[in-house]
């Protein structure tokens, strides 16, 4: 046994292999850099490299994550590698899932990263700082993990580019992230812009005659659809129809002011309705159609509509009567017409007050409701057209309502997305008037969170530009700003300047704003009794046209100078009274400054904990509202109490 092992041994020992043949090991482990196993470069991955040295820096500078979140961010990074390529959007929506589940400020430190390569920076991919071992600390990333290996074999790969690649791969990446708004699905489509034009140019969107036949296909096969009947009044109204828009806007609400009862499920039930009547629908119903009405310049017809929809409002519906009230005054605002002058005419002479064979006529097509008016007639004059109200405006102050509720709410990702839709959809060349709107929301949000932020000598430009659009706007941020800076009688004088202008009632809410800092700075010059009295005049004043909102910041204003003055248990009673209208109506930045409130309140109380509760939710709070000087001085006022607190442990 043994010699046959060792003949078959020297037979093997004979067998030569060609030098050609043979692995040279020198080729394969020789050269690092040229040989090792790298990762192939994309845009996407550069963009996960940033997102993963965004983390690492949040990781070490700003505050560690705790173990479930990091946890849920190496498992979100696992699945991005494993997926493979991603367009920019699909990343930003990842990103934007960490900033919203694990912590604020991830969403604002990779966008702000992406617009410096926009900017002209270049991608530099080094991860010596990345897998670095600090002493003390828990690793973000450690070397031999997944995401150390694969860091590793990009940096590989990095390494070996020449200057010219380098340069094409950071050109790559910079179009990788602007062809990401060529598949945004909210963004306008350069070939069928027809969404974007139905509502800023209609003539640009499909012709009416093509809506119509759609219009009257639905009817037909889809009578649950009571949504066509708008659409189909818009076709009227833009083909000068008065009698047909009034009638396709009639016919949407009969149809939708019915809806099934909510006791119809209940069999037991004897005498039980299958549905019930929405009283709503029946006075917007009038409203709309008055202003119709109004448009096209009949004055009798709107006025009737606008006194039947007063009668159907009365005190059910305080927002239907407020609308009502503007058509009322708008309707009162238009030049006399034709049928005006007639009408005055008619009066002053009793003797022609016969109606005529062409006012006959009138009477009964406008009762058929197929009268063809003539342009002339009915046509408001160019300058009343511009004026109203048409599909951009509206359009675009919806828009920036939704941008001012998303800055309340702390939402900034939000904000900006909004913008940026609103100013790539209304420019300057396509409506002068919305884009001024745009402009001015921007301004004011910029200006809000510069001045949040302590940069105070950015906000002197930005006032020049509210102040061209909006100067009571101007006037009242001025004011915060001198009093930042600690020029408080400036700032008073400032706004006693303004005051008697702005005491009308068109303007109300604006000298109600007013009136709130004029009292906060009297406060600051110790007059407290005239600091409530102003803030009570204005709590009243909101209270009477039902502004919860306004009544709670006067009420929470109150408490504070009660708490400047030293009635601690006066300002605890009335912070405890506004909290509710503080949290249902107000802004983040009203509740955290209502926390810092609370908390000084408490701050000579036994209960150190529930003060410390207080100000880390204030904290929490201020963040999301992006008030850095607010969180400064919380943080601050949490490192006193664990001072007070140690020092009562050594004595």
């Not at 302590?454 to 909006?470: A, F, M, Q, R, Y």
């Not at 030293?566 to 300002?571: H, I, K, L």
Request: with cysteine.
């Amino acid at each position: 046994m043994t010699s046959a092992y060792a003949e078959w041994n020297q037979r093997q020992d004979r067998i030569v292999v060609p030098f050609s043949n043979r692995v040279n090991l020198d080729d394969l482990f020789g050269n690092v850099h040229a040989n090792v196993i790298c990762e192939r470069i994309t845009p996407c991955k550069l963009a996960l490299y940033v997102l993963i040295q965004i983390l690492d820096e949040l990781h070490q500078d700003v505050q560690p994550f705790t173990s479930s979140e990091h946890c849920s961010l190496l498992s979100t990074l696992y699945g991005m590698i494993e997926h493979g390529d991603m367009s920019y959007l699909e990343v930003l929506r990842v990103v934007r899932w960490m900033d919203r589940t694990v912590r604020k400020g991830i969403h604002k430190d990779f966008v702000e990263y992406i617009q410096s390569f926009l900017d002209g920076d270049d991608v530099v991919v080094q991860i010596d700082v990345l897998l670095q071992t600090r002493p003390n600390t828990v690793n973000f990333v450690y070397s031999k993990s997944y995401i150390g290996m694969w860091l590793k074999k990009l940096s590989a790969e990095w390494n070996q580019l020449s200057t010219q690649q380098i340069f094409d791969y950071n050109a790559r990446f910079i179009e990788w992230i602007r062809d990401a708004d060529d598949n945004d699905p909210h963004r306008m489509d350069d070939a069928e812009p027809s969404n974007f034009f139905s509502a800023v140019c209609p003539s640009a969107a499909l012709p009416d005659n093509e809506i119509m036949d759609w219009c009257q296909i639905i009817r037909k096969n889809h009578v649950d659809i009571v949504q066509v009947h708008l659409l189909e009044m818009l076709c009227h109204l833009r083909a000068l129809n008065l009698g047909r828009a009034a009638e396709s806007l009639r016919i949407f609400f009969d149809y939708s002011m019915f809806r099934a009862s909510d006791l119809m499920m209940s069999s037991n039930i004897r005498g039980c309705r299958l549905g019930v009547l929405d009283q709503r629908s029946h006075r917007f119903s009038c409203l709309l159609q008055a202003r119709l009405c109004r448009m096209f310049g009949d004055k009798k017809a709107a006025r009737l509509l606008l006194s039947e929809c007063v009668q159907q409002a009365q005190n059910h519906d305080m927002l239907c009567l407020r609308m009502a009230m503007v058509e009322l005054a708008s309707l009162e605002a238009m030049p006399p017409n034709e049928d005006d002058l007639k009408t005055s005419s008619l009066l002053e002479n009793t003797t022609d007050s016969l109606l005529t064979t062409e006012e006959l006529l009138r009477m009964i097509n406008r009762a058929a409701d197929t009268e063809s008016r003539d342009r002339r007639g009915i046509l408001i004059p160019i300058a009343e057209v511009q004026s109203l109200p048409s599909a951009g405006p509206v359009a675009v102050i919806a828009g920036v309502n939704m941008v001012y509720a998303a800055a309340m709410m702390g939402e900034w990702d939000r904000v900006t997305t909004l913008l940026g839709r609103l100013k790539l959809s209304f420019t300057p060349e396509l409506n002068l008037q919305a884009a001024n709107y745009v402009n001015l929301c921007d301004k004011i949000i910029l200006f809000d969170t510069t001045i949040l932020r302590g940069e105070w000598e950015k906000c002197t430009p930005l006032l020049e530009d509210i102040e061209s659009l909006d100067p009571a706007e101007a006037v009242l941020r001025k004011s915060i700003l001198l009093a930042a800076r600690g020029e408080l009688s400036t700032a008073r004088c400032l706004l006693e300047e303004v005051y008697s202008k702005y005491e009308t009632p068109s303007t109300v809410f604006v000298h109600m704003r007013l009136r709130l800092q004029m009292a906060m700075l009297n406060s600051a010059a110790y007059r407290w009794s005239a600091a409530i009295d102003m803030l009570e005049g204005v709590r009243e004043e909101a209270l009477a046209i039902e502004q919860k909102n306004i009544a709670g910041m006067a009420l929470r204003r109150i408490a504070v100078v009660q708490l400047l003055s030293g009635d601690n248990e006066s300002a605890i009673k009335s912070l405890d009274e506004c909290q509710k209208d503080i949290y249902t109506s107000c802004s983040i930045l009203e509740k955290a400054i209502h926390s810092i409130a609370l908390a000084e309140a408490h701050q000579n109380s036994r209960d150190g904990q529930e003060r410390l509760k207080i100000l880390n939710k204030a904290r929490a709070q201020c963040r999301q509202a992006g008030a850095i000087l607010f969180e400064k001085y919380v943080v601050q006022e949490i490192a006193f109490f664990y001072h007070e607190v140690s020092q009562n442990i050594f004595n």
